[in-house]
């Protein structure tokens, strides 16, 4: 069975951990064995966390910009179930994606496919990509509830329990989309998997905080922002409008609750935090991606394959500054980029 054992860190169980059973899981199910889809549905991480807090006993009236976010966020509730086109799934016909943005064109081995093999490779692609969104949802509705307890207002707790609904909204949409486009959701990767345990059974709100609303909000942001540019599934082009109305929200919490209390802290502290964030951001882009996953499940050189993505890149280099521009942009309204951070991304070449 597949699952963790409590208190351990899951460093290498996740869809593309490097064993045979675990890279079968992550496979498109028409490629799984029953034995295999069933290991799949049993997957799961246990966690531990003492939760800190504060009951404060006074209620302020006066309204603050946080006020105002819990309004917004009570009159932009909407119905995952009701509220978006479930029968436009374009998934019997269409390809998921416009062809501008994929990154495996060009890559001779993905060129000289049937137009058939193209299509479902692309399917594959794009329900690993949104299972990746789908657990991240999850990590954003498990702190946001941790958070309730553990912010020290009244109006601070009101904002986190509407987020708390929100994402169990954007849960219910992936998860079901997902099941909709046929059969078992992918486990999510390594890297992700680990920052989610790390973060459900971080002690310190603040960490908890910066990682949810900063890094895992502003990097979601921007690839609803590329899905949204990109697809071709009506439905899910109209789910994600409603999401990043709710993210937007999120991220504005975030900025505005955090920028106080961070400026609280000494030098040493912030910089704790900031290479916190980048840490894992390091982590999640060096984690075996999602066109590897396919490159191994396919047989093709993988050495070869690299090698196409790097050129990609080059060429394209505006795609990881966009991917990572609002969380640069973010790190700067809260006080987190700190002269070594910003010399670290400048490195990376991820200040756009
Ligand atoms: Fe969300
Ligand atoms: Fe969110």
């Not at 302020?60 to 819990?70: A, C, E, F, G």
């Not at 949802?137 to 912010?151: F, H």
Request: glycine share 4%.
């Amino acid at each position: 069975m597949l699952i963790h054992s409590p208190l351990k860190r899951p460093t290498h169980a996740g869809a593309d951990a490097p064993n045979q059973t675990s890279l079968q899981s992550s496979l498109h199910p028409s490629l799984q064995s029953p034995l295999q889809a069933s290991l799949q549905t049993s997957l799961q991480t246990e966690f531990s966390a003492e939760v800190d807090g504060v009951i404060p006993w006074h209620y302020p009236q006066v309204k603050t910009p946080i006020h105002r976010l819990y309004e917004l966020a009570k009159a932009g509730q909407w119905n995952a179930g009701t509220d978006v086109p479930w029968e436009q799934d374009g998934k019997t016909t269409l390809f998921p994606s416009s062809d501008e943005g994929n990154p495996l064109l060009g890559f001779a081995d993905y060129d000289r496919l049937p137009e058939a093999e193209r299509r479902r490779l692309s399917w594959w692609q794009h329900r690993l990509e949104i299972a990746e969104l789908l657990h991240g949802e999850q990590a954003a509705m498990l702190i946001a509830s941790q958070l309730v307890s553990s912010l020290p207002t009244v109006e601070a707790k009101l904002f986190a329990s509407s987020q708390v609904a929100d994402e169990a909204r954007h849960v219910e949409f992936f998860s079901r989309y997902l099941h909709e486009s046929g059969g078992e959701i992918p486990a999510p990767s390594s890297a992700l998997m680990t920052l989610i345990h790390d973060c459900v059974e971080e002690p310190r709100w603040d960490m908890k905080f910066i990682a949810c609303q900063i890094l895992i909000e502003s990097l979601a942001m921007a690839r609803f922002q590329e899905l949204r540019q990109h697809t071709r599934v009506p439905v899910l082009r109209f789910a994600i409008d409603y999401i990043l109305r709710d993210e937007a929200r999120h991220v504005r919490f975030g900025v505005e609750f955090l920028r106080g209390h961070l400026a609280t802290l000494d030098e040493a502290a912030l910089e704790e935090r900031s290479r916190f964030v980048l840490d894992n951001v390091l982590r999640l882009a060096n984690s075996l991606n999602v066109y590897n996953r396919i490159g191994l499940a396919k047989g093709w050189d993988l050495a070869e394959l690299r090698r196409h993505l790097r050129r990609y890149r080059l060429q394209h280099p505006e795609l990881n500054r966009q991917r990572f521009r609002q969380l640069t942009l973010n790190m700067d309204a809260v006080g987190l980029l700190t002269a070594a951070g910003r010399a670290r991304l400048e490195r990376m070449n991820l200040l756009g």
